[in-house]
């Protein structure tokens, strides 16, 4: 890689895995750019346009065009300063959405410099899952302490409370549908780049650790 270009990263990984938090920390020291795929239909579904009540109401349906996501994805990409690299998140949930992601790059002239997937086993997603809260206001995710129900959002003074429909049948439910969906969005992923494996069981600085090193020393 030149270090005159901007650094791309894709991160993958499960809830659990703890990869919006190596994202966030990635990102400031790297000065990146944070985009994800989930937030970005969600702004513009919020959107008080006829095109936003039409991302709405596909959302709802579970069923988002890909030429939709495309024109969604270019357009939040294009506001991004040409200089700055991209920390890009939740990119694996589906495959029109990685080949969406692929499109945008190239189109852009940007390639994925670096492409993480941390791994843990599903036994330890369910053990922090189970801990976790979720900000209503930013949906920032914190793992709280037994017996805390909910406490005041470090990010945005929001209220961040544990998910009531949050047990162990509900989890296993969605890391089989991350497994399922997640094994093709890889494989096309392999197809065209390098994938790296962390081992997110791991503490956080571990974690964050092994990656600074493959970047440091793949530089
Ligand atoms: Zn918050």
Same mark, same amino acid.
């Given at each position: 890689?030149? @270090?005159?270009?901007?650094? =791309?990263?894709?991160?993958?990984?499960? @809830?659990?895995?703890g990869k919006?938090?190596?994202?966030?920390?990635?990102?400031?020291?790297?000065n990146l750019?944070?985009? $994800? @795929?989930?937030?970005?239909?969600?702004k513009?579904?919020?959107?008080?346009?006829?095109?936003?009540?039409? #991302?709405q109401?596909?959302?709802?349906e579970?069923? /988002?065009? @890909?030429?939709?996501i495309?024109?969604?994805?270019?357009?939040?990409? =294009?506001?991004?300063?040409k200089?700055?690299?991209?920390?890009?998140? =939740?990119?694996?949930r589906?495959?029109?959405?990685?080949?969406?992601?692929?499109?945008?790059l190239?189109?852009?002239?940007?390639?994925?410099?670096?492409?993480?997937?941390?791994?843990?086993?599903?036994?330890?997603?369910?053990?922090?899952?189970?801990?976790?809260?979720?900000?209503?206001?930013?949906?920032? /995710?914190?793992?709280?302490?037994?017996? /805390? $129900?909910?406490?005041?959002?470090?990010?945005?003074?929001?209220?961040?409370?544990?998910?009531?429909?949050?047990?162990?049948?509900?989890?296993?439910?969605?890391?089989?549908?991350y497994?399922?969906?997640?094994?093709e #969005?890889?494989?096309?992923?392999?197809?065209?780049?390098?994938?790296?494996?962390?081992?997110? =069981?791991?503490?956080?600085?571990? /974690?964050?650790?092994?990656?600074?090193?493959?970047?440091?020393?793949?530089?």
């Open positions: 890689m030149l @270090s005159n270009k901007p650094m =791309n990263i894709l991160f993958f990984g499960p @809830s659990g895995s919006g938090t190596q994202a966030e920390i990635l990102a400031e020291k790297y750019q944070r985009l $994800q @795929s989930g937030a970005i239909l969600r513009w579904a919020m959107e008080k346009t006829a095109f936003g009540k039409k #991302v109401a596909a959302m709802n579970g069923f /988002v065009p @890909s030429e939709w495309f024109q969604m994805t270019e357009e939040e990409f =294009n506001k991004v300063d200089n700055q690299g991209l920390m890009l998140e =939740n990119f694996s589906m495959l029109p959405e990685i080949k969406n992601l692929y499109k945008v190239a189109k852009l002239e940007r390639k994925l410099d670096y492409i993480f997937l941390i791994h843990i086993s599903d036994k330890e997603a369910i053990k922090r899952m189970l801990k976790r809260g979720t900000c209503e206001k930013c949906e920032k /995710v914190v793992v709280l302490e037994d017996e /805390v $129900q909910e406490i005041i959002c470090p990010a945005c003074t929001g209220i961040i409370k544990r998910r009531k429909d949050e047990n162990i049948e509900s989890i296993k439910k969605r890391l089989a549908d497994h399922s969906k997640t094994s #969005v890889l494989d096309y992923v392999k197809a065209h780049d390098r994938l790296i494996k962390i081992d997110g =069981n791991q503490s956080i600085e571990k /974690v964050f650790q092994d990656i600074i090193s493959y970047i440091e020393i793949n530089k």
